[in-house]
Nanobody, 126 residues
Framework: QVQLVESGGGSVQAGGSLRLSCAASVRTFSRNVMGWFRQASGQEREFVAAISWRGTRTSYVDSVKGRFTISRDNAKNMVYLQMNSLKPDDSAVYYC???????????????????WGQGTQVTVSS
């Protein structure tokens, strides 16, 4: 059974930083593209970042480029999202997601990801 558990969310002031973590209990973790999505209240779920199997390739939504960094530790079955220079518009529930397709393609659409965590709230105040 695949389980993804996010942690690290919280409340920060604009300009602050948070590091989200996702613990994955998936046997094929080192061969799964991992992603982060977010969903603000009343809005659709939005792609944030994705990382390839070995972490050599990453993809980001334009609004977080230069501020967020996705990384992974395959030995620990962990994926991270370092978020710097946070803005109020970054406030949302952040979800970790796993794409178990054997393709190593960095998809950006939510439908390409097979498993999801329960989400962790990030609130950025101005």
């Amino acid at each position: 059974q695949v389980q993804l558990v996010e942690s690290g969310g919280g409340s920060v002031q604009a300009g602050g930083s948070l590091r989200l973590s996702c613990a994955a209990s998936v046997r094929t973790f080192s061969r799964n593209v991992m992603g982060w999505f977010r969903q603000a209240s009343g809005q659709e779920r939005e792609f944030v970042a994705a990382i390839s199997w070995r972490g050599t390739r990453t993809s980001y939504v334009d609004s977080v480029k230069g501020r967020f960094t996705i990384s992974r530790d395959n030995a620990k079955n962990m994926v991270y999202l370092q978020m710097n220079s946070l803005k109020p518009d970054d406030s949302a529930v952040y979800y970790c997601a796993a794409d178990i397709a054997v393709s190593n393609v960095l998809h950006t659409e939510a439908g390409a990801f097979d498993y999801w965590g329960q989400g962790t709230q990030v609130t950025v105040s101005s």
